[in-house]
Structures are given as C-alpha cells and as structure tokens.
Nanobody, 124 residues
Framework: QVRLVESGGGLVQAGGSLRLSCAAS????????MGWFRQPPGKEREFVAA????????YYGDSVKGRFTISRDNAKNTVYLQMNSLKPEDTAVYYC?????????????????WGQGTQVTVSS
C-alpha cells in the first residue's frame, strides 16, 4: 500500500511563494512518475505538474508554466512543488499523486494513489 502525505500549504499574499512537499511510503517511489493536481473551490480538479521517475523530465499545466517547479528526491521518497508569483486564482486544494507509469502525463485516471490534499490560499 502506498501512502502520500502533502504538507506546506497555507495562506500567502499574491506575488508570494510556497513550497509543497509530498512524502511517499513504500520502496517503489523511484519507479513511478509523480504529479500534482489542484481543485479550486467549486471547480473541477486540474492538472498542475508531473515529473518522471528520474526527475529528468517534467510537464506543466499552461496556467502554471514559468511560475511553478516540480522536483523530486528519490533518496527521501519526496516530491516537491515550488510555487512562485502566486495569484489568487491559484487558490485550491493541492493533491499529490503517484502515476501508474514511469513517464509523465496529465490524465487523472493514470494516477493510482492520491494524498489527502493541502489547502493553498492566495489573498489579493
């Protein structure tokens, strides 16, 4: 069983930064791609970013390109999301997920394990 635990969410002013972390249990972390999704209030869940098994390939949603950076530390079983230049529209619950494959992708159905989410609120 894989357990994913997000941390690092909170309240920040527009233009500020936050770094989310996602700690994974299990010994197969380095085999799979990881991703971040978010769900704004009253809206559908949307793809934010993904990283392949080695960290050598990343993929971003259009709304966060150039502002967010995904990274991973396989020795620590942890994936990160550095969020800069935050905007009020980035307000959402952010979820970490483990993809069923080693390469990146944005389809939620391709992710088999999900964390409980962490709230990010950006004030204007």
């Amino acid at each position: 069983q894989v357990r994913l635990v997000e941390s690092g969410g909170g309240l920040v002013q527009a233009g500020g930064s936050l770094r989310l972390s996602c700690a994974a249990s299990g010994r197969t972390f380095s085999t799979y791609a990881m991703g971040w999704f978010r769900q704004p209030p009253g809206k559908e869940r949307e793809f934010v970013a993904a990283i392949n098994w080695s960290g050598g390939s990343t993929y971003y949603g259009d709304s966060v390109k150039g502002r967010f950076t995904i990274s991973r530390d396989n020795a620590k079983n942890t994936v990160y999301l550095q969020m800069n230049s935050l905007k009020p529209e980035d307000t959402a619950v952010y979820y970490c997920a483990r993809r069923n494959y080693s390469n990146t992708g944005s389809r939620p159905d391709d992710y088999g394990y999900w964390g409980q989410g962490t709230q990010v609120t950006v004030s204007s």
